[in-house]
């Protein structure tokens, strides 16, 4: 199935970096009810891991709904300090495949960011992806080395394989902006 996904979020500093023991988790995708999950990862997850903003997709390497031989893959990062103090608007198109044929494309504040079309991007369970999203520690992780932290999101929304960019934001995407690079002289 294909779907899009949009969010804002507002991460305000100081951000306290975490210790290394536990990522803070900004939004998910789930495949089952969350604390459901037994010892495997969300397909989708965007978390502050340290002084970076993290992207991640996890799946199964056989193909199924098992944990075992997990794929974990960082998808894309960003400087933390890059994205404090200021609203950044997210958009997701995720075409989800347990086998071949799977697809991600992220807009951060209208411009493209991250893009692939790869294989694997979830488990296949028959029950399909959720999303949830606020700040908090992955259930069982150990908390304390957290401090506290202030971060806010607007609701999602959630549209279909139908939406294009423009009719699901209701604006028209931006150029990504490639940087120039000056000749040697």
């Known amino acids: ?3 899009m996904i949009k969010l804002s979020t507002l991460i305000q500093s100081p951000w306290v970096e975490d210790d290394g023991s536990c990522p ?3 939004f ?3 495949d089952t009810a969350d604390g459901g999950d037994p010892a495997r990862g969300p397909p989708l997850e965007m978390a502050v891991e340290g002084d970076r903003l993290v992207l991640t997709s996890r799946s199964s390497i056989t193909g199924g709904t098992d ?3 997990q794929v974990l893959r960082e998808l894309y990062h960003w400087p933390l300090a890059d994205i404090l103090d200021e609203w ?3 958009v997701l198109q995720i075409t989800w495949q347990h086998t071949t044929g799977g ?3 992220l807009w951060r504040n209208r411009r ?3 893009q692939e079309s790869t294989g694997k991007n979830c488990y296949n369970d028959a ?3 959720f999303t949830a999203h606020g700040v908090y520690c992955p259930v069982g992780w150990p908390a304390a080395g957290v401090s506290s932290r202030i971060a806010y999101t607007t609701g999602m929304v959630i549209g279909d394989a139908a939406e294009t960019f423009l009719s699901f934001t209701g604006a028209a995407e931006l150029e990504r902006v490639m940087p120039v690079r000056m000749a040697a002289a």
Do not use: L, P, R
Request: proline letters at 0%; charged letters at 10%.
């Open 1 to 3: 199935s294909t779907y």
């Open 24 to 26: 803070t988790t900004i």
């Open 28 to 30: 998910q995708i789930h």
């Open 67 to 69: 944990a075992s031989g």
């Open 88 to 90: 950044q608007d997210w």
């Open 103 to 105: 697809a991600i494309k």
């Open 112 to 114: 493209v960011e991250f």
């Open 127 to 129: 029950a399909g992806n």
